[in-house]
C-alpha cells in the first residue's frame, strides 16, 4: 500500500493460522521519508484492543493485557507470543508520518485448538484398557489350569481310595 505522502507499508501475508499455545509474527515493512509512529490494534468478537505504539527509535508503548506477550521489530512487525482463542480476529496496523500521511494495513488471525490432546488421552486409555484385558485373559488362563490340575489330583486320590477299599473289601472277604 502506497500513501500520497511517501509512506508505503507491505503485509506479505494478510492471513494466518496458528494454533493455541503457538507464536506468530504480524510480518509487515514500511518506509518514509521522516520518522513514523507504527500502531496495531486487534479486533475480534470481544471489542477492540490497542497492542502498542513506538516511534521507530523510542520506546515501544505496550498495552498492559499484551505486556509479556508483544515483541516489536524496527520495521513494524510485531511477534505475539502463547497465542489464544481470543486472539483471533484482525489486526489493523497503522504507520504515520511526522507529517501526517498514513498507510494501512489488514492481518486476519485464525486460531485453533489442538485436538490431538483428546485423541491423545483416548490412546492411552485405550493402551491402558487393553492391558488390563490382557492381564484378566492371563489370569483367567492360569485359574482354569489350575482348576484342572486340582481336579486330576482329586480325580486321582479318588480313584486310589475306592481300589483300596475294593481291595479291603476283597482282603476281608
Known sequence: LSAPG???????????N????????LSVEYACRGVATVEWKHVSSWGT?????????????????YKDRVT????????????G???????FVTVTEEHGNNAYGTIIVNVYEVIYEDLHFVAVLFAFLAAVSAILI???W????????????????????????IELETIEC
Open 6 to 16: 511517501g509512506v508505503s507499508l507491505f503485509v506479505p501475508q494478510s492471513n494466518i
Open 18 to 25: 496458528a494454533t493455541v499455545a503457538q507464536n506468530i509474527l
Open 49 to 65: 484492543t490497542s497492542i502498542v505504539e513506538w516511534r521507530s527509535g523510542n520506546y515501544a508503548n505496550i498495552s498492559t493485557v
Open 72 to 83: 516489536t521489530f524496527e520495521n513494524g512487525s510485531i511477534q505475539l507470543r502463547n497465542v
Open 85 to 91: 482463542m481470543r486472539d483471533a480476529g484482525y489486526y
Open 138 to 140: 492371563c489370569f483367567m
Open 142 to 165: 492360569l485359574c482354569n489350569k489350575s482348576l484342572h490340575l486340582f481336579q486330576k489330583k482329586t480325580t486321582h486320590k479318588l480313584t486310589a481310595s475306592t481300589t483300596e477299599e
